[in-house]
């Protein structure tokens, strides 16, 4: 019988990896390192990660539609309903911009849509070309949907 020592038998198991021509990359574990958190703790943090992020990107642009209130659908397409209205010239708060239906608008032609959030979340979305953001198409600033 063979008495390997744990170490021993490591040393075989990278001789006969690097024989066959494997790459072996190993991360060393501290024996006090944190026990890895639970799916659920994980879940939570990430959800609180995503808030964090999306209040820390929220931008205020203006409504520019030439006159009539904006649309708000409750997606980012035409045959989406309309969920409220909001009358030109508001400041709005946008978290996030998505691709969707393109649409002729006060300010060009885009495929751009907006996510427009209120004080208890998002309330929907409205075509890019109806608000006044400094920029054509994606904004720089703002995470996609």
């Known amino acids: 019988m063979s008495h390997h020592t744990p170490r021993g038998r490591f040393a075989t198991l990278l001789g006969m990896l690097a024989t066959a021509g494997t790459v072996v990359a190993l991360a060393a574990t501290p024996a006090n390192a944190a026990p890895a958190p639970s799916p659920a703790l994980e879940a939570q943090q990430s959800a609180q990660a995503t808030v964090a992020y999306r209040q820390a990107v929220e931008l205020t642009f203006t409504v520019s539609t030439g006159g009539t209130a904006l649309n708000v659908r409750s997606c980012a397409r035409l045959s989406c309903g309309v969920v409220t209205t909001i009358p030109n010239g ?46 054509d198409g994606f904004h720089p600033g703002l995470p996609r949907c």
């Not at 400041?91 to 495929?111: E, K």
Request: hydrophobic share 35%.
């Open 90 to 135: 508001t400041f709005i708060t946008v978290d996030c911009q998505r691709a969707g239906d393109t649409v002729t608008g006060n300010l060009g032609t885009s495929a751009v849509w907006d996510r427009i959030i209120g004080s208890s979340g998002p309330i929907g979305f409205a075509s890019d070309t109806n608000i006044r953001s400094g920029y």
